[in-house]
Every structure is written in C-alpha cells, then in structure tokens.
C-alpha cells in the first residue's frame, strides 16, 4: 500500500464493519481510522434482537458487539449518528449527511441492509426489526400479555419473532404467501415441515400460500402506544390484516419481516457496480481501494463459482478479517464454507454449505422425529451441506469435512 496520511475509512458499525478494524490492528496496520455508523451509540449485535431482548431475557448491555478494553484497543475515531451520502472514488473521498468530507486511503463498505417496509402511514403498531430500538419497540407493544399478532412473513425472522412473542403471551399467526412449508427452500423439506410442526405445536397459527392485500386500522381508538423518543403515537392503531383468500385477520400488533435490500443506494453515482448489493471481485474488492464486507457485499465465491451474498452473522466477521488481510496486501481470495443457525423455543437449528436444489438428503445421525438429527445434502457423492437440529457439538466436525468438499467446486 502506498504511504499515506489519510486513513482508512469503514462505512458501517456493525459486526463486519468492527471485525475489519480489529483485523487491520490486529496485522499491525497503525494509521488512522475512522468508523461510521448511522446509529448511535456503540455498536451491538443483531441476531439476539429476534430472541433474548424481544422475549426479555437479556439487557441491552449484554449484547454489545465488543468490550470497551477492545474498542479502546482500536483507537479508531468513531462518527456516530451520520450516514454516508455519496462516494467519490476519482478523489477517495467519502460525503456523509451532516455535511463532512472523508478522504481515504482505503475505504470498507460495511453498510449492511434494512428490512423492507410495508407501512401504512396513517397506522400504528406496524413493526419491522432491524435495530436496538426495532426491538425495544415491538417488546413494548407486546406487552401486556395477550396481544394479537400477525407476522407477515415466514422467513428466519418471521419465526424467531414468533416463537419470541408467544413465549411472551402473545397470539401469533404467521403469514406466508409462499405455498409449502416456510424455509423449506433454505433448510430442507424434513427440517422445514418439523419446524412449522413446532411452532404449531406452541400455539403458533401458520398461514401458507395467502398474501396480505391491506392493513386496516381503527378509526375510533386512540393509539395507546409510543413512537421513537417517548412522543404519543397518535395515528390509529392496526386492527386488521387482509388477505389474498378474503380473510380479515385481527390484530393488535404487525410485524412486517419480508426480507432486506442492501444499503447501497449512497453508492449508485459511484461508479461501483451495484447488483443487489456492491459486486465485488473474489477478493471483496469493488473498485480501486474500496472493498466490501458482510451483508452489503456480493462477492465471487470461486468455490461455488459465482456471486453471492450472504446475510449471516459468521460471514459478516469472517469478511470482515478477510478484508482486512486483503488491504494489506494479502490478496487472498474469500471462499468460505457458508454457516448460520436460527432459533425457535428451545431448538437450534444450523446450517453449513449449501443446498442445492437437486442434492440427495440423508439422515445420517438421529432420526427426524426426535429432537435431534443431523441431515447431509450431496450432489454426485459430494457434500454440499449439512444441517444439524439441536445437535451443535457435532457441527463443527461437518464444518471441518465440508472445506474440502466445496472448494473448487461449481453449483
């Protein structure tokens, strides 16, 4: 890398964008940084936001993304509260909203996505989660007990919130507009179709193959609930959700979890190509001296032989030191063995590889009706995937035994 005095800007707080920073340190990198997050406050971690700070078990505090010691350690200068605006890569210069300039010597994009919205302006208690302050929100209006609550989407998300609220008390039915067992395209159909069996079991209402077509609320009541920064929230709460099938829902609570789009849209006079997240090169380069990492990025997995972005928790971190070997000039190519886990009540369920749509499934440990098994999926003799329910301590034995499997490999 060129001698420079500028320093190495990362946009993005997150875990990918964090993960880098300590990774430049870590290598011995000891110029300047700067760290950008468009939250304030020190950066925290997301997964237990669907789980242990919606249900109540953990305070905010618990799930900070690093110790003090360590973000000491960094001495990196954080700018909270902004968000980037534009990029101009000719000059290496980064425009934030409150109106800075930050040149750059090397820039990380680690911007991350946001869910997807399909809000009513005039209705209340309409939720997405994405944030600290997402969560905090919907446990609110959760509580007291009792509620009624619609999911509208069976995704990940979707039936963590679930399983979250009915631990809670809540009444939750769940809203897929997609036939046939939620997630069976991303776990499987044995793994899919006992999951449902699960939350059903639990008091959950899944609804499949049924979209939402309005939200409707009450005209006469006055909302009891608060907006963002303790103001009365005064639009009229929701009361029902309308589906594709003629059905009225009732609902005192919605949530809204029908995916993500990468935040990416500060970038598109960049010059950067921008293809449902920054397209970058198997090294997660994006252009000259500007790399990506975590769920922004989509980047050429020469393992899998193709583009991919991954919006994983462990992928994020993973990337994120990746990247920062790359600055410095390791130029390493980034093929990791994909790997997230959900949970539901007391189930865990991970996932490592891939799963093709034409792979062979076989139990090979435990057996699907009880609560717990280990399922392979093969193409041509080859492991592709694996998919551990309530089996963690063996995961990391297949994690081992896919590395080999699903590099150099083409799907």
Known sequence: MRPSVEPIVIV????????????????????????VGEE???????????????????????????????????????????????????Q???????????????????????PRELRHPDLGNVHVLRTLEHAQLLRASLLPSDQRLVVVGGGFLGLEVAASARKLGAQVTVVEPVPGDPLASRIGLVAAAKLVELHRASGVRVLTGVGVTALTGDAEAPSPYVESGGEPDRRQPVREVHLTDGTALPADVVLIAVGS??????????????????????????????????????????????????????????QGRHVAQNILGAKLPFQPVPFFWTDHFETKIQLAGTLPHAADAEIVEGDAASDSFIQTFSVDGALRGVLCWNSPRRMTAYRNALEDSLRNIAV
């Open 261 to 318: 789009d990468p935040c990416a849209e500060w970038l598109e006079s960049s010059g950067l190509l921008i293809d449902d997240g920054v397209v970058c090169d198997e090294y997660c380069a994006a252009g000259p001296n500007v790399w990506a990492a975590g769920d922004v990025a989509r980047w050429l997995h020469r393992g899998l032989d193709r583009h991919v972005r991954l919006e994983h928790r462990t992928n994020a971190t993973e």
């Open 40 to 90: 304030q406050g020190w950066p925290y971690d997301r997964p237990p936001l669907s789980k242990q700070i919606l249900a109540g078990t953990w305070l905010p505090e618990k799930i900070a993304l690093l110790p003090q010691r360590r973000i000491d350690a960094l001495a990196a200068q954080f700018i909270f509260g902004v968000r980037a605006t534009s990029l101009n890569t000719e």
């Open 92 to 114: 290496r210069v980064v425009l934030l909203s409150d109106g800075r300039r930050l040149p750059y010597q090397a820039l990380v994009i680690a911007t991350g996505v946001r």
């Open 12 to 35: 993005g707080s997150g875990a990918a964008g964090l993960s880098t920073a300590e990774s430049l340190r870590s290598a011995g990198y000891q110029g300047e940084l700067q760290i």
